[in-house]
């Protein structure tokens, strides 16, 4: 009943058409999810009864054999790229295989473990736990959540220490930040039209054929270096002298992905470190906590303006752990191996041989 409650009230605040998002932060929403933390946690120690120690450390052990996965996965596909280096990057490959065959000792020393303590009703309780690690998680961001917006020329010369929250706070981060580029690519070939000034308007006049690295209208003939981008315009253009004056402009095109090259310094165990990397749409960069978001670009010039989106999630952790095992130990509940039923005896009867 008490999730049917907690049911309503995300719909009530997700609703398309009437949604009330303030409820997600309503005193009835947090004493719910308070309430429904608790019987998780109440329901999955009383369904484990007679079991608990097996299954406290049963949960450890899926824990270290999900970890074991991860390090595989994740360092064996680096181990790959090494190799493919080649030359003196085999000697990264080594190590990185060597941790990742460390990944799959856990895997299958935990995962035998597991297979010898869990049983259905267990996966069960772990269900209820995992549920409630969920909840723990939204609480600490609820609470401890930080969210910025950063604008970033991408011309490498601009830094930025604080960023200011959507509370209108400065927050200092623990890193600096810097975009060195931006690159977007687009659907479809290149084109371009060739402009003409008459009665107070560009008009199209033709459109030029592109010919290696030059275009090609009639007997006219430019060099695609030649256009640039100019202030105000949206693309890179070139003004042809002349009457009447004439534009040369490439076409817009629908954007396909575009990424931003970010330099990021930091410091490990008081050490310095410097970080480049290529933050892209839907795939945000983590460093020291933070989540880093590629959120939109604005042409600026020559340049381009980039906004970034930056969270500091301290529950995010715990919510994606609680999330993974849910959906683990639901599916190991219905589809694990049932246990054999021992069966009763009648007073007064003996069993049979």
């Avoid at 309503?8 to 947090?30: I, N």
């Avoid at 295989?97 to 299958?108: I, N």
């Avoid at 202030?231 to 253009?237: H, T, V, Y």
Wanted: glycine residues 12%.
């Amino acid at each position: 009943m008490l999730l049917g409650v907690v049911g309503v009230l995300l719909l009530v605040g997700g609703f398309p058409l009437a949604g009330v998002p303030a409820v997600y932060g309503s005193w009835l929403m947090l004493t719910t999810g308070v309430l429904a933390i608790v019987l998780s946690l109440w329901g999955g120690w009383r369904i484990a009864a007679g079991q608990r120690a097996q299954f406290v450390f049963g949960l450890i052990c899926t824990f270290f054999a999900g970890a074991g996965l991860v390090v595989l996965w994740q360092y064996g596909c680096r181990a790959v790229e090494y190799a493919a280096l080649g030359g003196a990057m085999w000697f990264g490959a080594l190590g990185m295989a060597c941790t990742a065959v460390v990944g799959a000792l856990f895997t299958g020393i935990f995962g035998f473990f597991v297979m010898r303590l869990m049983q259905r009703q267990l996966w069960l309780a772990g269900a209820h736990w995992c549920l409630a690690l969920v909840g723990i998680g939204a609480y600490a961001d609820h609470v401890g959540e930080v969210t910025a917006i950063a604008q970033l020329p991408a011309n490498g010369r601009v830094t930025i220490r604080e960023v200011m929250t959507a509370d209108g706070e400065k927050e200092r981060l623990p890193f600096t930040l810097r975009a060195d580029s931006f690159s977007t690519t687009y659907y479809g070939d290149d084109s371009y039209t060739l402009y003409e000034w008459g009665h107070g308007q560009w008009v199209p006049v033709g459109n030029p054929v592109v010919e290696v690295d030059c275009l090609r209208y009639g007997d006219e003939l430019w060099a695609l270096e030649d256009l640039q981008l100019m202030d105000g315009m949206p693309q890179p253009c070139l003004v042809l002298p002349g009457e009447p004056v004439r534009l040369l402009m490439r076409d817009s095109r629908a954007v396909r992905d575009y990424s931003a090259a970010l330099h990021i310094e930091t410091d490990y165990r008081g050490r310095s470190e410097q970080r480049d990397e290529v933050v892209r749409v839907n795939y945000p960069l983590e460093c020291k906590g933070w989540l880093i978001y590629l959120n939109s670009y604005t042409p600026m010039g020559r340049s381009t303006l980039v906004s970034l989106q930056l969270r500091r999630a301290p529950g995010r952790l715990p919510a994606l752990v609680g999330m993974v095992g849910l959906i683990l130990c639901t599916a190991c509940w219905c589809w694990w191996r049932r246990e054999a039923a021992t069966p009763a005896l009648l007073p007064g009867k003996e069993m049979a041989a």
